[in-house]
């Protein structure tokens, strides 16, 4: 009760100090009024994203009890290449295989379908001339592809486990 009796006192101290308008200055601000309000209805908006209704609902703040319910904000997970975020990844060779390259490349490719330490399977591409690789061979794998192999994201890192080096050419 109290509390309405304060807002009605307040009301009151309000309409005091606004000051009073005589009739022919309202009636003039009330056709200004008009006229603009009718000019808003009948222009069509600047840009349709920046309406009042779609502004207010779109980017309003949340009040603190929306805050407490949805909890802190979550970070954004971030983009891991194909050792997920790992330097170096084991896998044990499935099938060795040939892939074309992309567009103006003409050559073949070896590459090998790999089940990574972590479960999940990849084709991964082995460089340089010639290999050893076959069928259960244990393999060291980096996060690096080849630009013209489509879907290969991984590099067989030669001189590791089972996989032999590079043999240099005898001239």
């Known amino acids: 009760m109290q509390a309405l009796r304060r807002s009605v006192g307040l009301l009151s101290r309000l309409s005091a100090a606004v000051p009073s308008w005589s009739s022919a200055t309202l009636g003039h601000m009330q056709a200004q009024g008009a006229v603009l309000a009718s000019h808003l209805l009948t222009s069509p908006p600047p840009c349709p994203l920046l ?28 983009k891991l290449g194909g050792t997920e975020g790992r330097p170096q990844l084991k896998g044990v060779v499935l099938k060795v295989f040939i892939r074309k390259p992309k567009k103006p490349n ?4 070896k590459c090998c379908r ?15 001339e010639g290999h050893n690789l076959q069928e259960h061979n244990v393999v060291l794998l980096e996060g690096k592809r080849p630009q013209d192999l489509v879907g290969v994201k991984l ?11 590079v043999k240099p050419k005898v001239v």
């Open 155 to 165: 590099k067989v890192i030669r001189g590791a486990l089972d996989c032999a080096h």
């Open 51 to 78: 309406t009042p209704v779609r502004t207010l609902m779109r980017y309003r703040t949340p009040n603190l009890h929306e805050l407490h319910i949805r909890g802190p904000r979550k970070p954004k997970p971030k």
């Open 114 to 128: 790999v089940r990574l330490s972590t479960g999940r399977e990849a084709v991964a591409y082995i460089p340089g």
């Open 106 to 109: 003409s050559a073949n490719r």
